[in-house]
């Protein structure tokens, strides 16, 4: 690892964690987020912003709630796969969008796309579990934690 972040700056594990702790407690579960979709969500975002270690992390969350290798696999592709179901492929692309902010995507077509699939709150829970993903691949690829160590709990 490059720099510890949370060793020399420790307020950011606390705020990070602040952030999963609501995404966990608040916006998964039943009559909420399912907890395999946001796995998908923060699989997808690693895969585009090319962060190995929360790739290893989430892959390995996903198996544990049950996701299916082969779905995990097609992530890359899923728009050519029969594999998603319109709600997972509303939140993907929702996912890539926020996550290629440069590129323009947030259309008002994908926003109704999106909104017909979510009720507010799950809409707005999942922005942010996909800007909490961003954030967590940023300080992995500045940081480059060792990968292939994390185990589900």
């Known amino acids: 690892m490059r720099v510890d972040h949370f060793t020399v700056a420790p307020g950011i594990a606390r705020a990070m ?10 916006a998964a579960g039943p009559d909420k987020l399912p ?14 912003n090319h962060c190995a270690y929360c790739l290893d992390m989430h892959t390995k969350d996903a198996r544990a709630l049950g996701e299916t290798e082969q779905r995990i696999y097609a992530l890359n592709a899923w728009r050519e796969t ?28 994908l926003f109704e796309q999106v909104q017909a699939c979510f009720s507010e709150r799950e809409l707005s829970d999942l922005t942010l579990a996909i800007a909490t993903i961003n954030a967590w691949n940023r300080f992995g690829v500045a940081f480059a934690p060792e990968v292939g160590g994390y185990q589900p709990a």
Not at 17 to 25: I, S
Request: overall charge negative.
């Open 17 to 26: 964690m602040a952030l999963e702790v609501y995404l966990n407690k608040e």
């Open 35 to 48: 907890k395999r979709l946001l796995e998908l969500v923060k699989i997808r975002a690693s895969q585009l």
């Open 82 to 109: 029969p594999f998603f179901d319109a709600r997972e492929r509303a939140a993907l692309s929702w996912t890539e969008a926020l996550t290629r902010l440069t590129d323009n995507l947030v259309t008002e077509e």
